[in-house]
């Protein structure tokens, strides 16, 4: 992957999608995407959410999950149209930031929140307001990348 500002990764729609292009086939990404899929419980009826879409990597399991319905959501537009593209019209998605005050409340049955905790600039903020947007007694699955192998 070329050197790209990372202020600038996810806006840019060709950064966006030379990012996208780097985690379908980089072996860490691709470990780490299948240790997180492999947490996914059946799903079926259940209303799920991926935040951080990165290519609906995560929505598109939950659609395999039977999951009844799939909202994603990301701060990077360019990263949403490559996820539509992808999903079409299976999964809604929402243009926020995970650093303001997030709507999702208590709508959710499994969230999935995959590398975004470290851009939280208020990371109990943002966490409570993930677990917010949890049903009672709902699932929530996220893991963060480890910096020694970044």
Same mark, same amino acid.
């Given at each position: 992957?070329? !050197?790209?500002?990372? +202020? /600038?990764?996810?806006? &840019? ?6 990012? #996208? $292009?780097?985690?379908?086939? &980089? ?6 995407q ?5 947490? #996914? ?7 799920? *959410?991926? @935040? ?6 995560? $929505? ?5 999950? /039977?999951?009844? +319905? ?5 701060? $990077? *537009?360019?990263?949403? %149209? @490559?996820?539509? !593209?992808? =999903?079409?019209?299976?999964?809604s998605? !929402?243009?926020?930031? @995970? /650093?303001?005050?997030?709507?999702? +409340?208590?709508?959710?049955?499994f969230?999935?929140?995959?590398? @975004?905790?470290?851009? $939280?600039?208020? *990371?109990? +903020?943002?966490? =409570? &307001?993930?677990?917010?947007? *949890? ?6 699955? #996220?893991?963060?990348?480890?910096? %020694?192998? #970044?």
């Amino acid at each position: 992957m070329s !050197k790209i500002h990372s +202020k /600038n990764i996810y806006q &840019n729609p060709n950064s966006a999608l030379e990012y #996208f $292009s780097h985690i379908q086939i &980089n072996p860490i990404n691709l470990n780490e995407q299948n240790i997180v899929k492999g947490l #996914f419980p059946e799903l079926k009826g259940k209303y799920t *959410l991926e @935040i951080g879409c990165a290519g609906a990597i995560y $929505s598109r399991e939950m659609l395999s999950k /039977n999951a009844l +319905k799939v909202d994603s959501m990301d701060y $990077s *537009l360019a990263m949403i %149209e @490559i996820a539509k !593209k992808i =999903t079409k019209n299976e999964v809604s998605y !929402k243009h926020q930031d @995970i /650093n303001l005050n997030l709507d999702i +409340k208590s709508k959710y049955d499994f969230i999935c929140a995959s590398y @975004i905790l470290h851009y $939280s600039k208020t *990371l109990i +903020k943002t966490l =409570t &307001n993930i677990v917010n947007g *949890l049903k009672r007694r709902g699932l929530l699955v #996220f893991s963060v990348p480890n910096p %020694e192998l #970044f």
